[in-house]
């Protein structure tokens, strides 16, 4: 069973082609991440994979879906979002930015304001539940986009560039947090330039470059076919 599939996904702003005919599968329950120069299309993928942006051709698949019009609601009750910038809502509190965002989704307030007491306390953000989230530093607010993209409780995340920005310590945490969701059987979808991070978490990586998926492999083979360094990989294939 598939998560996600892309058949010839392509996308153009005006003249500029930002995807190329990408075509991909995820299958449920992996950790799926995609790589790649600045600008080589991720963050448009991962848009599309969440219905933000439409494909100029090409079809894409989620959760056993056409993604489509008039499923879109359906479906994006199923999946978290952890969005590349900062999009938290400046006027309110800590708190108020993952209950707001919970009303997007069917969840009882109750039930919302203990999953986000939860979240917070996870991420050692709990004693800034009322602080205004001006206050608080990129790091926090990373974690708090974070914590935010699992209040609907989803099968898929969509996660861009999640720990991007983190001190090591922080970045850990989100890594343990991010395994811990894998072992709890959902489906994950990641960008990153960190090889690292690629590695240790995900089971098949997606090499992208000007629009386009160059390779797609286990971080094992990619290590084995380029002597054990996945740095190497990357500079290869992401040359002008
Ligand atoms: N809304 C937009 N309008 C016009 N061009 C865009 C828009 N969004 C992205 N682009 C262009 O599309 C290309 C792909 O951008 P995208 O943000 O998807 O890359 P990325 O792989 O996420 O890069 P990064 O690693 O820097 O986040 C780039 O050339 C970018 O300038
Ligand atoms: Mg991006």
Redesign the pocket.
Known sequence: MYAVVGKSLT?Y??N?K??DSVTFSISAGECFG?L????????????MIYGF?MPTSGEIEVLGKKLQKSNLPEIKAKIGVVP?DNNLDPDLSVLENLLVYSRYFDIRKKDAFNRAKNLLKFVGLYEWSNANVRKLSGGMKRKLIFIRGLINDPDLLIL??PTTGLDPRSRKQIWNLIESLKHSGKTIIL?T?YMEEAEKLCDKIAM?NK?KILLIDTPENLSIKFGGNLEKVYFEMTED
């Open positions: 996308k702003y005006k500029l930002a995807l995609f790649g120069a600045n600008g080589a299309g991720k963050t448009t993928l991962m848009s942006i590349q861009d560039e960008t330039h992208m629009g």
